[in-house]
């Protein structure tokens, strides 16, 4: 089953001249993301990583909806925004269409942003827990004492929305972090460039007394203005379907020099060296948060204090208002899990689906919505 279709199989670097359609390209990106998933389970020391997929009681549930996007619900989910190829797409999705839409009430409000990145130099050799865990805190560090509470009171700061990003390429571990720093108006140009600079003083000062060696003025502290949700895509990397604040905040899964390179890279080398480095990868970020609001923002700009955990966004994929079900027995789901051809398995059962529609549609039979919403399951199982 898992060979059906002409191009499946190990991504290299020459150009595929077939371009599938979107529903195709998102189905291939899946059934990549659980093979990747089942050599994850075999590194990974996280026991909930190692059951992640597999499904809990006797069945589990695949509903499909008119998006034709599988939801499965009874299955053990993880969570993690790090290093699960199956939720970190999810979770980090969910994540920045969050961030969008609270930037977008803050700033049809009248409020300013500004997209602040601190980074530091890196030499291949360093080790990844050597730096991330300082960059991780770099808004903390460098938004303290009371030249900050005066600059804070200019501003009329609101509040930070912050994510860290890690990358792997020539010089190795680079790990920097994101952040929106939202103020009750748009910064000046002037106001700008007096905070770019005093924050790059303060975080040459962080580096240096850590150890970490010299920041300079050209890379070690950035700050951009945001005029619009999606304004970040004229000057960073453009995705498909253009690349939000959010999007940038949050997916770094997407991203060319992103740490799923390095898994994608042992499924197709085996090279053991790759998975050393993957593990590392797995052990410094393992139990860190992705993405962080500062206390009270995120009551003012949704009206709720409380976030949703990792694993339920985990779950959300695919929800829609169910239409059709598939009972899947937990033995043969399992299999596929274990075999990494899950998402094979969600690709046919969505194109019957699809043909179930359509004679649905033909016939003019008004499909009814499912007794037991997949919104419900998907919180419940």
């Not at 920045?96 to 602040?116: S, Y």
């Not at 304004?231 to 379907?241: A, D, I, K």
């Not at 937990?330 to 359509?358: K, M, Q, Y």
Request: proline share 5%.
């Amino acid at each position: 089953m898992a060979n059906r279709r002409p191009h499946e199989g190990p991504l290299g670097n020459t150009g595929n001249r077939f371009t599938p359609p979107p529903h195709e390209k998102r189905q291939f990106g899946r059934e990549s993301r659980h093979r990747m998933k089942r050599l994850q389970r075999s590194l990974t020391s996280s026991r909930s990583a190692g059951l992640c997929c597999f499904g809990r009681g006797e069945t589990v549930s695949v509903d499909v909806g008119r998006a034709l996007t599988a939801h499965v619900s009874n299955v053990r989910r993880c969570g993690s925004p790090w290093s699960c190829p199956v939720c970190a797409p999810v979770v980090r999705q969910q994540r920045a269409v969050e961030i969008d839409a609270a930037l977008r009430r803050h700033l049809d409000g009248g409020g300013g942003a500004l997209f602040v990145t601190f980074t530091l130099r890196h030499h291949r050799g360093d080790t990844l827990a050597s730096r991330l865990d300082v960059v991780s805190k770099s808004m903390r560090y460098v938004l303290t004492g009371n030249p900050w509470q005066r600059r804070r009171e200019a501003l009329g700061y609101v509040g930070v929305m912050k994510a860290v990003e890690v990358t792997y390429g020539e010089n190795g571990w680079h790990p920097h972090s994101h952040s929106l720093l939202l103020t009750e108006r748009p910064a000046t140009e002037i106001e700008r460039c007096e905070l770019s600079s005093w924050m790059f003083g303060r975080w040459r000062g962080v580096a240096e007394r850590r150890g970490l060696g010299s920041v300079t003025r050209a890379n070690g502290v950035d700050v951009r203005p945001v005029t619009s949700a999606g304004s970040l895509s004229e000057y960073l990397t453009v995705v498909e379907g253009g690349w939000s604040p959010g999007l940038e905040l949050t997916r770094t899964d997407r991203k060319s020099r992103s740490p799923f390179e390095l898994l994608k890279s042992v499924l197709e080398t085996g090279d053991a060296r790759t998975a050393a480095l993957w593990r590392e990868y797995e052990r410094a970020t393992f139990g860190k948060r992705a993405v962080v609001w500062s206390p009270g923002l995120r009551r003012r700009l949704c009206g709720v204090e409380l976030e949703e955990s990792d694993e339920a966004l985990a779950a959300s994929e695919g929800l829609d208002l169910g239409l059709l079900r598939a009972l899947v027995p937990s033995d043969v789901w399992n299999a596929t899990v274990r075999d990494g051809t899950t998402g094979v398995l969600l690709t046919d059962i969505e194109r019957a689906a699809a043909l179930l529609f359509f004679i649905a549609d033909t016939l003019g039979y008004d499909v009814p919505i499912l007794d037991l919403p997949a919104f419900e399951g998907a919180r419940n199982g």
